[in-house]
């Protein structure tokens, strides 16, 4: 069935260092969505790419849409303290009646 | 705008028993969805709802059903509780139906089966 995975599922870094998360389809994905869990909270959408090759930018944040629209990637610039969380990947494969394919997440640590 | 609300947020059952959780989307959403997230398997799609009616449905057992109604409230039961039914489970509302809009996910229920 369709899947999507992404790794790695846990990355401790040091507050200031880089961080990247990747998620990977086997079919062609009609969006990708992008969500933010924090420790005892729910997943909080960030952005969602539907065009292949897609760059999208939230501050430190930079999220890559695949040209084959398979694969996507969020980076993050000199983490921070309050970037602490897991973040998920969702793809949409498309039709109304479709759902989200959540991405077991990476759990992002850093330390100060 | 209010967003999404769950309720109760906290619940303790035993095995066999049976539950049913609610779960209110954002004015003027017709779209809900529920999931279910444990430490194992993730985020877990269940069943997606959009104006009364059931548009998908995950790959869970029948003991797992829901329903919405006129105002776009939303229900979960699962009957028959088993220990790895133990989880948060997750509502989120949208405006269209499917996955193509953004998700607005609730607090959640954190549901624990002794």
């Known amino acids: 069935g369709q899947q999507v995975m992404q790794i790695p599922q846990y990355q401790h870094v040091q507050e200031g260092e880089d961080f990247t998360t990747y998620c990977n389809s086997s079919t062609t994905l009609s969006n990708i969505q992008w969500y933010k869990q924090r420790p005892g909270g729910h997943p909080v959408f960030l952005i969602q790419?539907?065009?292949?090759?897609e760059v999208k930018k939230q501050k430190r944040l930079t999220f890559q849409f695949g040209e084959a629209k398979k694969n996507s990637s969020l980076h993050i610039t000199a983490t921070q303290t309050t970037d602490v969380g897991t973040y998920f990947c969702?793809?949409?494969?498309?039709?109304?009646?479709?759902?989200?394919?959540f991405g077991k997440g990476t759990k992002l640590s850093v330390k100060p | 705008k209010a967003g999404v609300t769950q309720t109760p947020r906290y619940l303790i059952k035993t095995r066999g028993q049976q539950v049913t959780l609610s779960c209110s989307p954002i004015s003027g959403h017709r779209s809900v969805s529920w999931y279910q997230q444990t430490p194992g398997q993730g985020l877990q799609f269940l069943f997606e709802y959009f104006s009364e009616t059931q548009r998908n449905k995950g790959n869970f057992p029948g003991r797992f059903s829901g329903r919405q109604f006129s105002n776009s409230r939303s229900e979960m039961n699962v009957s028959t509780l088993e220990l790895g039914d133990s989880a948060l489970y997750l509502c989120a509302s949208n405006k269209l139906a499917g996955a193509a809009d953004t998700q607005y996910f609730g607090p959640g229920t954190r549901l624990t089966v002794l």
């Open positions: 969702a793809g949409n494969y498309g039709g109304s009646q479709g759902n989200l394919i």
């Open positions: 790419l539907v065009k292949s090759g």
